[in-house]
């Protein structure tokens, strides 16, 4: 190997990011009706970022729930998810995908309240490791 190519190997290896230690995002258990939301403290404070998906891109709520916690596990800062269908509010008034990805350390079931105005097929993970 040349000098300069062994040079550049090193510093690629020095820059590039470490991987994320393991961690696994359970369900938190949350009993039926699925119709949970977040508490406000939790969405007032730790929402890192919404995410929202069409209706018809996913056949149930494990399906759209499992494509949010990969994006949390790609966010060191992500530590819970909670995804839910709902009628949008603007237009088209549509049933889409929702959720949200939240830092801020794990949830329990005290960090979700009922809702009767709309919400289903809510599902909330958090981590763990």
């Not at 696994?24 to 406000?40: A, K, N």
């Not at 549509?94 to 329990?108: E, H, I, L, N, V």
Request: aromatic content about 8%; charged content about 15%; proline content about 12%.
């Amino acid at each position: 190997m040349k000098p300069s190519a062994l040079v550049i190997v090193i510093i690629a290896t020095a820059t590039a990011p470490a991987s994320l230690p393991p961690r696994s995002f359970p369900l938190v258990p949350l009993p039926p009706p699925l119709d949970w939301m977040p508490s406000p403290s939790l969405l007032a404070e730790h929402v890192l970022a919404s995410h929202h998906a069409d209706y018809a891109a996913h056949a149930s709520g494990e399906s759209w729930a499992r494509d949010v916690v990969g994006l949390c596990e790609r966010d060191p800062a992500c530590t819970s998810t909670f995804s839910f269908s709902a009628i949008n509010a603007g237009s088209p008034r549509a049933r889409y995908w929702f959720a949200y990805t939240c830092g801020g350390g794990p949830t329990t079931p005290a960090n979700y309240t009922r809702d009767l105005e709309g919400l289903q097929d809510t599902i909330a993970h958090s981590v763990v490791g």
